[in-house]
């Protein structure tokens, strides 16, 4: 059974370029969940999505921060523009329901110059 | 954003020993999750817990779900230089943005052959 996939896996662009991330969650797994990961810390969630429909973004930051998973399979967030601050790994999880265990992507590895 | 007390915070030892960490927390939670992180990787889960007082394995990894449900163990056992790398615990409330998966800031391991 393949993983959850992302896409880049590294990226690099100057600030106040607007960036986009991909992730294709395991096959069947119908909750998918986007973390930020600063160094030496653990991931927090940005956003989680039910199928299609975002069911915690609380803390996304709306203004310049934006994701969609139109089909319900696989999802894309974006940034723009980006700040220096906002260099960090992001990362992909998807679990068969909320409460299940949750599978990570490899992450993108994200750098703001 | 909240996240768990984990200790320790690094940890230097030699192959062969036993290690152990932990993690608290202020709040109850349902379930608690133990993942490790290899540099450049995503998070892999190797030990979910999910009843008060449970106690599982994963080969050398135990892993205990403590009575008060404030906090959870994780040891491996006769460490190889394979173990390194940064653990992380997680819990998890209830339903709702409750259910998300909260993270520890993890410990890193290194272990000298």
């Given at each position: 059974e393949a993983g959850v996939v992302q896409s880049p896996r590294y990226k690099i662009i100057e600030k106040k370029q607007p960036v986009a991330f991909w992730c294709n969650p395991i096959s069947g797994h119908n909750t998918l969940y986007w973390y930020l990961q600063n160094l030496g810390q653990g991931p927090e969630l940005l956003i989680r999505y039910e199928n299609e429909e975002?069911?915690?973004?609380?803390?996304?930051?709306?203004d310049r921060f934006s994701a969609e998973r139109l089909k319900g399979v696989d999802s894309t967030l974006k940034i723009q523009?980006?700040?220096?601050?906002?260099s960090a790994v992001y990362l992909c999880a998807s679990s068969s329901g909320q409460g299940n265990e949750q599978f990570f992507g490899p992450g993108t590895r994200l750098t703001v110059l | 954003g909240q996240q768990l007390n984990q200790s320790p915070q690094s940890m230097f030892i030699q192959e062969g020993e036993d290690v152990s960490m932990n993690c608290t927390s202020s709040s109850i939670f349902n379930t608690w999750l133990w993942y490790k992180q290899d540099p450049g990787e995503g998070p892999v889960l190797l030990i979910a817990l999910y009843k008060a007082g449970e106690l599982t394995s994963n080969g050398r990894l135990t892993a205990q779900f403590g009575i008060t449900r404030k906090d959870s163990f994780l040891n491996i056992s006769a460490?190889?230089?394979?173990?390194?790398g940064i653990y992380f615990c997680a819990g998890q409330a209830q339903g709702?943005?409750?259910g998300n998966l909260i993270f520890g800031k993890g410990t890193k391991l290194s272990v000298k052959p």
């Open positions: 975002a069911v915690d973004d609380s803390q996304l930051p709306k523009p980006a700040e220096l601050g906002d | 460490s190889i230089p394979s173990d390194v709702g943005s409750q």
